[in-house]
């Protein structure tokens, strides 16, 4: 699976585009502030062609971008949960953070929906452009929080452990690390479940992309992560 991760210009989110090989159609998850020419110079690059956009969760840090990228004809997915929040972004965000981004630009921030919005569940299967994935409903960080996950690698990954599927985990889950849950949408105790329910019975031989940060290994986290010491799954 080709995968190519880069930063958004704010928030460090992470920004994925996932294919099965160069030359052929991608998905691309969490298109964030920012991330618009970085990402044509992707495109062009390994001659990909978009037909879905990835969304964990709704935050202006993780969809900022994601009505130029879709365009007119690519649909966004994103969890039932958090639909609502692709209405307007930046009206739940702080007046500081609008303020910042609108510093950082030079200009006024603004925000349109996609013209096309896929609500997904719990555990369901979807195959886009060429991969198959299932989606993990794991709230606390937001209501409608999801990770996505491939039972691929990406192109490349040399690990010692042994390593058979790839996670992307949004805010979920992070190196070393959760989501806050201090944030709109934010529920303690959801993710307290979530981290139980959802992510512990992940396999040891789990990839995990987070939405910020490193990536790092299931195996890694159940070992070190202190956010996850002391649940049992």
């Known amino acids: 699976m080709l995968t190519i ?4 210009a704010a928030f460090g989110t992470n920004c994925y585009v996932l294919a099965p090989g160069e030359g052929e159609e991608c998905v691309v998850v969490d298109p964030g502030i920012g991330i618009e020419e970085t990402l044509r110079e992707v495109l062009t690059q390994h001659r990909l062609k978009p037909t879905a956009v990835l969304l964990t969760h709704g935050h202006i840090d993780h969809v900022y971008s994601v009505t130029p990228v879709c365009g007119g004809d ?5 969890h039932s949960d958090d639909r609502y929040r692709l209405v307007d972004p930046l009206g739940s965000a702080s007046p500081g953070i609008v303020g910042m981004l609108e510093q950082q630009f030079g200009s006024r921030a603004t925000w349109s929906e996609p013209s096309t919005v896929v609500e997904v569940t719990d555990r369901q299967a979807l195959t886009l452009a ?3 994935l299932e989606v993990l409903h794991a709230p606390g960080h937001t209501e409608g929080s999801v990770m ?5 690698l990406p192109e490349g990954v040399r690990a010692p452990e042994e390593l058979d599927r790839t996670m992307i985990s ?5 190196a070393g690390s959760i989501g806050r849950t201090d944030l709109p949408g934010g529920d303690g105790a959801a993710m307290q479940r979530s981290l139980r329910d ?3 019975p992940l396999p040891d031989s ?11 290994t299931m195996r890694r986290e159940r070992g070190t992560n202190p956010y996850l010491q002391g649940l049992t799954a």
């Not at 690519?74 to 994103?78: D, E, F, N, P, V």
């Open 148 to 152: 996505f996950g491939f039972e691929r």
């Open 170 to 174: 949004g805010d979920v889950l992070f």
């Open 5 to 8: 991760a880069f930063p958004a």
């Open 198 to 200: 959802v992510v512990l």
């Open 74 to 78: 690519t649909a966004a997915y994103i």
């Open 206 to 216: 789990t990839l995990v992309l987070p939405g910020h940060g490193p990536a790092t």
């Open 130 to 132: 060429g991969l198959d």
